[in-house]
C-alpha cells in the first residue's frame, strides 16, 4: 500500500498559477503509474492527468490539456502537477493516487487532498 500527501493547494487569480505535489512513502512508488484527480463540490471525482512509472508521454483530461504538466521524480517519491491558466473551473480538491497504467483507474486509498481556489 502506498501511503500519499498532497500539498500546494490554495487561492489564486484567474490566470495564475499553482505547482501541486503528491509525496508517496510505502511500497515501491517507481514501479506505480500514479495519476492526479479532483472533486468539485457537488460533483463526482474526475481523472485529471496521469503518468507512468517510467515517465513516457503523459495524459490528461481533455479541459486541462496544455496548461496542466504532470511529472514524476522517483528518486524523491514525489510526483507533480504544474497548474497554469487557471480558471474558476479548475476549483476543486485535488488528490494524486496511485492508477491502472492502462486505464488509469485509482488502485489505492486516498489521501486528504489539496484544496485549490480559482476566484474569477
Known amino acids: 500500500q502506498v501511503q500519499l500527501v498532497e500539498s500546494g493547494g490554495g487561492l489564486v487569480q484567474a490566470g495564475g498559477s499553482l505547482r501541486l505535489s503528491c509525496a508517496a512513502s510505502?511500497?515501491?512508488?517507481?514501479?506505480?503509474?500514479m495519476g492526479w484527480f479532483r472533486q468539485a463540490p457537488g460533483k463526482e471525482r474526475e481523472f485529471v492527468a496521469g503518468i507512468r512509472w517510467s515517465g513516457g508521454t503523459p495524459y490528461y483530461t481533455d479541459s486541462v490539456k496544455g496548461r496542466f504538466t504532470i511529472s514524476r521524480d522517483n528518486a524523491k517519491n514525489t510526483v507533480y502537477l504544474q497548474m497554469n491558466s487557471l480558471k474558476p473551473e479548475d476549483t476543486a480538491v485535488y488528490y494524486c493516487?496511485?492508477?491502472?497504467?492502462?486505464?488509469?483507474?485509482?488502485?489505492?486509498?486516498w489521501g486528504q487532498g489539496t484544496q485549490v481556489t480559482v476566484s474569477s
Open positions: 493516487n496511485n492508477v491502472g497504467s492502462r486505464d488509469w483507474r485509482p488502485l489505492g486509498s
Open positions: 510505502g511500497r515501491t512508488f517507481s514501479n506505480s503509474a
